[in-house]
């Protein structure tokens, strides 16, 4: 580089090489004052780039914390391949002045590279718990009398990590239900008749901290406990009693969780319609929820199955293959 002298011996250090970011730290000045030499943008600037573009990063989802992981990745990988290229020098008498312009395209690769490593590979090595003694209900015999989709024009989701049978490694538990993704506030139905028997009109969020003991606490028992499960993940809910009618065999109740409303009108006791609105959109029970932000914002729904064996969640024990058809085909 142009810049780049030994120091003289003896000369007073009163200057050193100084550094200029841009907010977003996509560009950095550096001001190299004669003597001193110069190599190359220090790491901590790559870091903060990639933390300051981190909100549009891995934004399909993934849990919080496989994103945290990802973007500690891609942070590292991004610093090999520096990031940072020069834009412009100016040589003064006694500084050399360079602009360095971050290319954020590479970022962008770095990004896919990741997702099709460890978040697509997820999906496809998900596989069935309990693949033994448990009688599952014989899905493929199983009518589920077209249901409504709970929100309006949102189809099944067709990646894995969405759908039941996904692991949910920040609880260490496994999905139970479908997460379809909305924006805050869209409407949320029933999607079929039913009766209230849960609506958190009054759901308290708990604080960040107590959220994050109780996944700690999850995360060295290897489950999520039921109690953390219903009471702080699934955030609002709302649940309706399909009765024993709807499945033949069975009692079947649905779950619509992290709602951010849940209309008045819904309440336990309350005969629900087919199709008729419970409440909208949110992310209670989400981290995010707990930091007052509004992040994530989907709604987790499940149709649990109960019958003398136990408690099955829709799809449980079956392959993507099978286990995505299946979903497609119980609603309209
Ligand atoms: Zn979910």
């Known amino acids: ?33 004669k003597g001193y030499s110069f190599t190359s943008i220090p790491n901590k600037f790559t870091k903060n780039l990639i933390l300051a573009q981190s909100n549009l990063l891995f934004t399909e989802s993934v849990d919080d914390t496989l994103r945290k992981q990802l ?86 989701p067709k990646r894995a990590k969405l759908l039941p049978n996904a692991p949910r490694e920040y609880r260490k538990g496994v999905h139970r239900g479908i997460d379809f993704f909305a924006d805050w506030g869209t409407p949320v139905r029933a999607v079929a008749e039913g ?77 629900i319609k087919k199709g008729e609105q419970l409440g909208k959109t949110g992310n209670t029970g989400m981290q995010a929820s707990t930091l007052g932000k509004r992040d994530g914002s989907h709604l987790h729904w499940e149709m649990i199955l109960q019958n003398k064996d136990g408690e099955f969640y829709t799809g449980q024990g079956l392959k993507y293959k099978e286990l995505y058809p299946l979903l497609q085909s119980m609603f309209k």
């Not at 780049?4 to 560009?27: A, K, V």
């Not at 028997?197 to 308290?204: C, P």
């Not at 609002?236 to 024993?244: F, T």
């Open 1 to 33: 580089m142009s810049c780049s002298q030994s120091p003289h011996l003896g000369e007073p250090d009163r200057h050193s090489i100084s550094y200029f970011p841009s907010t977003n730290y996509d560009s950095v000045n550096v001001h190299i004052p």
């Open 71 to 156: 973007i500690d990745l891609l942070i590292n990988r991004a610093i090999t391949k520096k990031i940072y290229t020069l834009n412009k020098a100016i040589q003064l008498d006694n500084i050399c002045k360079l602009e360095f312009i971050a290319d954020l395209n590479t970022i962008k690769n770095i990004e896919s590279e990741l997702v099709s490593i460890y978040v697509n590979r997820l999906s496809e090595s998900i596989h069935p718990l309990f693949q033994n003694k448990i009688p599952y209900p014989n899905w493929k015999n199983i009518s589920f009398n077209k249901l409504l989709l709970p929100c309006e024009n949102l189809p099944v």
């Open 195 to 271: 009766t209230v028997i849960r609506a958190d009109h009054n759901f308290k969020e708990v604080s960040s901290a107590l959220r994050s003991e109780l996944l700690q606490k999850a995360s060295q028992i290897h489950r999520t406990p039921s109690d953390v499960f219903e009471h702080v993940l699934l955030g609002k809910s709302v649940i309706l009693d399909h009765g024993l009618k709807f499945i033949p065999g069975y009692r079947v109740i649905t779950i619509y969780a992290h709602l951010s409303h849940i209309n008045k009108n819904v309440k336990p006791g309350v005969k």
